[in-house]
């Protein structure tokens, strides 16, 4: 239940962009919290056993405490990185031994109680910092522990965007998302192959496994790139934390590990912040790519097929808030040759998040009372026959791979796996009865958005019910409202109507094909009284 109340406070501050009511703010800028306490050594005790995953880097289990041995030799002096072994790759996909599916990874930070004010003004700052215009991201000295092993001069920052701002309305509950690097202090430096760790969890998550299952079924599934990840506890000075979702940080290491016979290319976070060429990214071609408003000035510098394929994916993963569902949190990568492809960036908001499994596969925001955008290259596909088609095709592909065994046998491992864990989360914030009851619906979901799938492509091919309801002659399928006959595909947008009539996402002036005027902007208020 709690997941629609946070869809709700999502509306509501999209709805209101950056500009926090002041009631919002004043319980931002409150007080810094507690914890700050001994500097001891710390790491916690047992590390509960992990289930098998049934994928690939099953083989991987116990790799990770050898260290030094063979392995070390390949990743290279690690700079002062303590006794870590370093370069340990595992994995049919390359991934580091660090996320190890079989293993709940145990991390630990020991960090002074003056960084730890800093790190925690910070958190419970967000807004007001970033209005001042100030980093508040900024980057904490840390000994890190993973295991038995010590890294003395790794750097923690906070991570998140509003995903942040709904966990500092979790008062005590309230957990920060952190950023590990071992590379702020040695440029060079690496933690089993790794320059940079994530550490993910957001409040709405009640599985505590949507981002780690998400990136999961992309990259293993579907075949798609994405980080790897799997669990972990982590315990600041001497006291458990929290569990995380542990995942790969993505950017240029990512890049060579996802694309390694093509690693050179552009990568742009949201189509804009670049992350790799930081200094020299071909602007000239991104403009290309914003500036492209139909099918054929896209696929001059898109890889269609790839794109689709992600875009596909995002869809059978029913994902609320990627750039499918939702216009933004994505990676473009210019794949040298073939152009840009979407990648994912989050996935937290996947499978049964959306608490229904049957959104319409293409148009996406219809009876969702979303406020999410839909991405401008979505639209020239899905307003452009061939094209459409073509995604549809996408979507039948991705349905032929989805394996619900397979899924649902990562879910049981996982979900005991981290059971311990879970329980013992001083952040957490719904019941364990709560929790098992998202497991549970996170592992139909599995069964019903298949279900939801294959309806709505034998609908597309009319080899199933393609009934037509308001006998508009679009399909249930084809129409964002097939309750209406006035509102399809193929109608005119009327202005001023406050109805998005051409089922292109948006209505009367914000539809950028219609030509209407302007709304008239709302009334200034009056100055205040002096
Ligand atoms: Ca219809
Ligand atoms: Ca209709
Ligand atoms: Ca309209
Ligand atoms: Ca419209």
């Not at 910070?122 to 000295?141: C, Q, S, W």
């Not at 292109?504 to 100055?527: H, K, L, Q, S, W």
């Amino acid at each position: 239940m709690r997941r629609i109340w946070v869809v709700v406070l999502a509306m509501a501050a999209w709805a209101t962009g950056c500009a926090a009511g002041d009631d919002d703010r004043a319980r931002m800028l409150s007080g810094t919290g507690g914890l700050a306490g001994a500097a001891a050594g710390s790491t916690g005790a047992g590390v509960p056993g992990g289930g098998t995953d049934g994928g690939a880097a099953g083989a991987a289990g116990g790799a990770a405490g050898a260290a030094g041995g063979a392995a070390g030799a390949a990743g290279g002096a690690a700079g002062a990185a303590g006794a870590a072994g370093t370069g340990v790759m595992t994995s049919a996909r390359g991934c580091s031994d660090l996320f190890d599916p079989a293993t709940l990874v145990e991390y630990a930070f020991d960090i002074s109680a003056d960084e730890w004010a800093k790190i925690d003004y910070e958190f419970r700052n967000r807004d007001a910092l970033k209005a001042a215009g100030m980093d508040y991201k900024t980057y904490h000295p840390i000994v890190f522990h993973a295991g038995g092993e010590t890294v003395t001069d790794a750097m923690v920052r906070l991570k998140g965007d509003s995903s942040w701002r709904f966990a500092l309305m979790d008062g005590d509950k309230a957990k920060m998302q952190f950023v590990v690097s071992f590379e702020e202090v040695n440029p060079s430096g690496k933690f089993h192959g790794l320059s940079k760790i994530v550490l993910d969890m957001p409040d709405n998550d009640e599985t505590f496994m949507q981002e780690r299952l998400g990136f999961a079924t992309m990259a293993e599934i579907f075949g798609l790139p994405a980080p790897c990840a799997n669990s972990a506890r982590l315990s600041i000075n001497g006291q458990y934390y929290g569990l995380y979702v542990n995942e790969e940080h993505v950017g240029g290491g990512f890049i060579k590990r996802v694309f390694p016979e093509a690693p050179t290319g552009d990568l742009f976070a949201g189509g804009q912040d670049p992350k790799t060429n930081q200094l020299a990214p071909d602007w000239d071609r991104l403009d290309a790519f914003w500036d492209a408003r139909d099918a054929a000035a896209m696929a001059a510098v898109v890889d269609m097929d790839a794109s689709l394929l992600e875009w596909a994916a995002e869809a059978m993963l029913n994902d609320g808030d990627g750039y499918w569902g939702g216009g933004h949190n994505f990676y473009l990568y210019d794949y040298p040759g073939r152009g840009y492809r979407w990648l994912i960036d989050d996935a937290d908001a996947t499978f049964a998040w959306l608490d229904r499994s049957d959104y319409n596969a293409i148009y996406w925001w219809a009876g969702r009372g979303s406020k999410q955008e839909a991405g401008q290259h979505y639209l020239i596909v899905m307003t452009d026959p061939i094209w459409r088609a073509r995604y549809v095709d996408a979507l039948r592909q991705q349905l032929a791979r989805w394996d619900v065994p397979r899924l649902q046998a990562w879910i049981d491992a996982w979900s005991a796996q981290i059971a311990g864990a879970v329980a013992d989360d001083p952040h957490r914030l719904e019941s364990l009865a709560e929790h098992a009851e998202a497991i549970a619906e996170m592992r139909q979901e599995v069964v019903d958005r298949a279900a939801y799938m294959t309806t709505f492509l034998a609908c597309e091919d009319g080899s199933g019910d393609a009934h037509d309801a308001d006998g508009d002659g679009y399909a249930w399928c084809n129409d964002c409202d097939d309750a209406s006959a006035a509102v399809n595909p193929g109608a005119v947008e009327i202005c001023g109507n406050g109805i998005d009539d051409n089922c292109n996402r948006y209505a009367d002036a914000d539809d950028p094909a219609a030509g209407c005027p302007a709304a008239p902007p709302p009334p200034t208020p009056p100055p205040p009284a002096m």
